[in-house]
């Protein structure tokens, strides 16, 4: 087949990319070094003295939950492969997917109400008796951001892990299992490694999601320091100032794009290898 | 008694689990039917729908930024649609040269933060009085919603033997009556569950419609936001649950829609 009809057939397609992605993005980049006589840094001169603390911040806030969230999904992941208890198995199945399709914003909706000082989290612990009252606080700051985040993102991360792992071949387990290795050294030495590649795609697919949200630190904690994507939304609403957004849009682009650069040359030397 | 203690330490796990998932769920259920809930009071003090009525009554603003999303989801996925389904057909079935690299172009509204995007877009879209329109925000949500329409197509399409198409040509079908009679009906479940992943993340988007569409178009997410922002925690909890039903709903039947032949062509 020739190659005009397949082009013109995905040309709509690409041009809605285009014009509604990738040229903003460009605009963006050639915003964030855009002065009023030629390309300079300025802005990032005062997105560096502005937010260098917020900077940290997301990265810090981002990267816990991200790793929060590998170690979930390769527990849930690893009990239901290697879960002897199948009215366990089940139950944990069914339970762990529900917030896979939740928005961003109603599960910051809910965790508001939920860890608050005052929040049904403290209340239930406090009248089962697990806590003294006294010991109710509030986690809605980082903490609270980093829980909703783990909230939202670990049912994808889990999927893809325990899709991964439930279609591995059971002879090495069970090789493994009449060879006498625990289940924990089964799921560490054998079913991991073969899962690694699944478990980095999921991983850098919620850490680049987590970078844009912008909804769940706007809702779980206002004070500063704040999220990255929170600076840029009040440079632009209520200062107006383009400059300083985009050189703050470009760092978080470049955070991600590293992220992302970084698996895409380790996964191709090891398809080399 | 030994049976008891073995259970224990699972139980125990699960139900710590199931409050980890359930709680907020379970929150915003509480706050939709609080009609008074102040401290001390460890659960609402007062029951009621006085809320759910003043959501659903038809004049009100939440049954028009409900109506509004549910359009804007609609347009979208049309839109996405009729691109996708094209170019799914020649990603799938044609020899092309930059094949991956065209997948991978549809990734990037997902693989890169949207914020700076979507306030360039803003800025663009001012120009073109696209602004407040619900145009622009259909624009918008289908550069992001495409990656799924042309990825899980292309899937779709790809999972269907070559040998079905050409037995139609055989027997004197053009290739437009083939790929009708034939490919499209075949494909039809991956592309409706495409489908709904754009309509749903058209939907809930949040921070694009916040910089395009605002003030003018007030989606539900846009909605939630201000009865958040503005401390009214029952509008806000309703609005969240009427966000909740689709996703659940969505994640109950998604495996009953996408084949696994389909699922493990995704991205390939």
């Known amino acids: 087949m020739s190659q005009i009809l397949p082009s013109l057939l995905i040309a709509p397609a690409l041009s809605v990319v285009g014009l509604f992605f990738l040229l903003p993005l460009g605009f963006s980049i050639a915003g964030a070094f855009a002065g009023r006589d030629g390309p300079t ?7 560096y003295s502005l937010y260098r603390t917020d900077l940290l911040f997301t990265l810090v806030i981002i990267g816990t939950s991200t790793v929060l969230i590998g170690l979930g999904a390769v527990a849930i992941g690893g009990y239901l492969t290697l879960g002897r208890n199948q009215t366990a198995v089940r139950l ?24 608050g000082q005052n929040g049904l989290m403290n209340t239930t612990l406090i009248t089962l008796g697990l806590i003294p009252p006294a010991w109710a606080q509030s986690f809605l700051d980082w903490r609270g951001i980093i829980i909703t985040f783990v909230w939202k993102q670990l049912p994808f991360a889990a999927l893809l892990v325990a899709g991964a792992m439930a279609a591995l071949d059971r002879s090495g387990i069970e090789a493994a299992q009449n060879l ?13 490694p073969q899962v690694a590649r699944t478990l980095s795609v999921a991983l850098i697919l919620s850490f680049v999601t987590m970078m844009s949200v912008l909804s769940v630190p706007l809702m779980i904690s206002g004070q500063s320091p704040t999220m990255l994507t929170v600076a840029m939304a009040w440079r632009i609403t209520a200062l107006g100032d383009y400059g300083t957004a985009n050189a703050l849009g470009f760092v978080a682009c470049l955070a991600s794009g590293l992220v992302a650069w970084t698996w895409l040359r380790r996964s191709v030397r090891e ?3 | 008694m030994s049976h008891l203690l073995w259970w224990l330490p699972r139980a125990v796990l699960l139900a710590a689990f199931a409050f980890f998932i359930f709680g907020p769920l379970a929150n915003l259920v509480l706050w939709s039917v609080a009609e008074a809930w102040f401290w001390p009071n460890r659960l609402p003090s007062q029951y009621g729908f006085r809320f759910w009525e003043r959501v659903f009554r038809p004049e009100g603003q939440a049954m028009a930024s409900l109506w509004l999303s549910i359009w804007i989801a609609c347009l979208t996925t049309l839109l996405c649609l009729a691109v996708s389904v094209p170019a799914a057909w020649a990603l799938a079935k044609a020899k092309l040269r930059w094949r991956a690299a ?20 803003a800025r663009l879209f001012f120009s073109f009085d696209l602004n407040g329109t619900v145009l622009g925000v259909v ?16 899937a779709a399409f790809a999972a269907i033997e070559d040998e079905l ?5 055989n027997i004197g079908a053009s290739p437009f009556r083939a790929f009708c009679s034939v490919t499209l009906p075949l494909a039809a479940p991956g592309i409706a569950a495409s489908a709904i992943f754009v309509f749903l993340e058209s939907l809930d988007e949040f921070t694009a419609t916040y910089f395009v569409g605002a003030p003018e178009v007030r989606t539900l997410p846009l909605l939630l936001f201000s009865a958040a922002a503005g401390g009214n925690m029952q509008i806000a909890a309703i609005t969240a649950l009427i966000l909740l039903v689709p996703s659940v709903l969505f994640m109950l039947v998604v495996e009953r829609f996408l084949r696994a032949e389909v699922l493990a062509r995704v991205g390939h």
């Open chain 2, 165 to 169: 198409e050409m037995a139609a040509r």
């Open chain 2, 139 to 154: 624009l918008v949500h289908a550069a992001h919603g495409l990656v799924y329409s042309i990825w899980i197509a292309t």
């Open chain 1, 180 to 192: 006498g290795a625990g289940r924990l050294r089964i799921l560490v030495r054998i079913v991991l």
């Open chain 1, 92 to 115: 944990l199945g069914a339970m762990y997917r529900w917030p896979l399709f939740i928005p961003f914003i109603v599960a910051a909706q809910a965790m508001r109400g939920f860890i």
């Open chain 2, 102 to 121: 065209i997948l991978l172009v549809f990734l990037l509204p997902q693989a890169f933060p949207n914020l700076p995007v979507s306030i360039n877009i």
């Open chain 1, 41 to 47: 840094l300025v802005h990032f001169d005062t997105a």
């Open chain 1, 271 to 273: 398809k080399a290898r």
